[in-house]
């Protein structure tokens, strides 16, 4: 029997997690008047605030990354106060980008489906 492809992000999302930058993954909401997602947060260093203040980006492919699984009022998402109502299902922290497959997976995300929070809906 063939074995499942191992789960890879796409090189140019995994590049920007690398560059520290977010990524988000619409996922299935636990009610009707809600919408869901997974939301990335690479973790920033000193090393990164300390490019920043030279004018560059760091890339770092031993960062870790926050990811926080949240629910939102649907109503409230076109508003500045998208966050009324907000619902944190879960948090944790991936060490690596192994670690983050593998949190993905255990929440059924595919990498595939993630996307940059500006080219979603996602309130931030």
């Known amino acids: 029997m ?12 995994l590049s920007a997690l690398r560059l520290g930058r977010p990524l988000v993954a619409e996922v299935e909401a636990g009610r009707p008047q809600y919408r869901a997602w997974i939301e990335i947060r690479p973790l920033r260093t000193e090393a990164d605030d300390t490019a920043r203040r030279e004018g560059w980006t760091r890339n ?3 960062r ?8 939102f009022v649907i109503e409230h998402l076109d ?19 192994a670690d983050l497959l593998t949190l993905l997976q255990e929440w059924g995300v595919a990498p595939e489906r993630c996307a940059y929070p500006w080219n979603t809906d996602f309130p931030a």
């Open 60 to 62: 770092d492919e031993t």
């Open 64 to 71: 870790g990354f926050q990811l926080t699984h949240c629910e």
């Open 2 to 13: 063939d074995q499942p492809a191992e789960a890879v992000f796409p090189t140019d999302k």
């Open 79 to 97: 508003g500045w106060d998208y966050d009324i109502g907000r619902n944190e299902i879960k948090r944790t922290v991936a060490i690596d980008e």
